[in-house]
């Protein structure tokens, strides 16, 4: 569940720009900066909630200030982007953007233990290919077809369904083989 919070501002925007770029950039930036608010109050801002926030209030405002910005077709494209630089910056300085939700699932002791940073290593590797893959296809379908709504939705969807089906599954294996460990 924590996933879900985390991408709240992310499924705000696939849900609502369908409907106006406006509506769906503004929606996520008020989401965003409410998650980045709550962070700043418990003192622990992550690069994912930092990255999310910057990001959509710099598209509300370009979408608020010009309706009819050409950026409104690549959205799409640069939403995904941001998410795969996001979760490959965090693996380059080895603090994977998925440790702030594992954190919230697993005892304190095992935080920084090689298995648990390994496993969200992986995690979020997963992510970051779904979303350089989105990136891309986003890309392509703006560049053959900028109008193509449907294609468009269903990238931003499997872009999200898709790693989070198979994060929570290799999550579940990885659980329970460390509970054989202990055992």
Not at 39 to 57: E, I, K, N, W, Y
Not at 85 to 113: C, D, G, K, N
Not at 161 to 168: A, I, K
Request: charged residues 10%; proline residues 4%.
């Amino acid at each position: 569940m924590n996933y879900v919070r985390g991408f709240a501002p992310w499924l705000c925007y696939a849900a609502l720009s369908p409907v106006d770029w406006r509506l769906g950039t503004g929606a996520a930036a008020l989401a965003a900066l409410w998650l980045l608010a709550g962070q700043l109050r418990a003192r622990s801002v992550d690069l994912l909630g930092a990255a999310t926030c910057a990001f959509f209030v710099v598209m509300a405002v370009v979408a608020l200030a010009d309706p009819a910005s050409g950026l409104r077709n690549w959205i799409c494209a640069l939403a995904n982007t941001t998410l795969a630089a996001t979760a490959l910056t965090s693996l380059a300085v080895r603090r994977p953007f998925t440790l702030a939700f594992a954190r919230a699932e697993v005892p304190q002791e095992f935080w920084h233990s090689p298995r648990f940073i390994r496993v969200n290593m992986i995690l979020t590797a997963i992510w970051a290919s779904a979303f350089t893959l989105g990136a891309l296809a986003c890309a392509f379908v703006v560049q053959y077809e900028n109008s193509a709504t449907a294609p468009l939705v269903t990238v931003q969807v499997l872009a999200f369904v898709v790693p989070f089906v198979l994060s929570g599954r290799y999550a579940a294996r990885a659980k329970a083989a460390a509970g054989q460990a202990i055992a």
